[in-house]
């Protein structure tokens, strides 16, 4: 269970259920790709939305949402965004990147550190020495350097 802090306060996300995942789905590779660093927040809290929103015990009145507002998934799915990109503080940020971390690591979206990895790097991830590398050309013809590499 990922927790994270959003305008003090801190909220536990659950292991994600499917519903979750889906709803989280079209975020999940904007927040770990994400070149602006905006927009990777902004996915990441799209994510934590998704897993409190689909949550067995989700409480939509700590979300600023009354308990008689009668409102369908997406609009309750969009208030809980919106109350937290209000309420998340600047200093907070870095918090949400992590607890992103840690619910796809849960979901089975990235690896946990450790796990999954060789012990021993194979040979083709370790580094050639000048004596095994081939060597370079600074030819600018493809068709030159498929007869150096001994290919056509």
């Known amino acids: 269970m990922a927790k994270v802090t959003v305008g003090g306060t801190e909220y536990e996300v659950p292991e994600m259920n499917f519903a979750?995942?889906?709803?989280?789905?079209?975020?999940?590779?904007q927040a770990m790709l994400a070149q602006d660093p905006m927009k990777g927040v902004a996915a990441g809290i799209c994510i934590i939305a998704a897993g409190l929103v689909e949550a067995d015990h989700f409480d939509k009145t700590q979300f600023g949402i009354e308990p008689d507002e009668i409102l369908g998934d997406e609009q309750t799915f969009d208030r809980v965004v919106y109350f937290l990109k209000r309420k998340i503080k600047a200093k907070e940020i870095e918090g949400i990147r992590k607890s992103v971390d840690q619910i796809n690591q849960e979901a089975g979206l990235e690896p946990i550190p450790?796990?999954?990895?060789?012990?021993?790097?194979?040979?083709e991830t370790q580094s050639h020495s000048t004596e095994t590398a081939p060597t370079s050309s600074q030819s600018?013809?493809?068709?030159?350097?498929?007869?150096?590499v001994g290919s056509e």
């Not at 979750?20 to 590779?29: C, D, G, I, K, S």
């Not at 796990?115 to 040979?123: F, I, M, N, S």
């Open 140 to 148: 600018s013809s493809p068709q030159d350097t498929k007869e150096e």
């Open 20 to 29: 979750a995942l889906e709803r989280a789905w079209p975020f999940v590779e």
């Open 114 to 123: 450790g796990e999954g990895e060789p012990a021993v790097p194979d040979q």
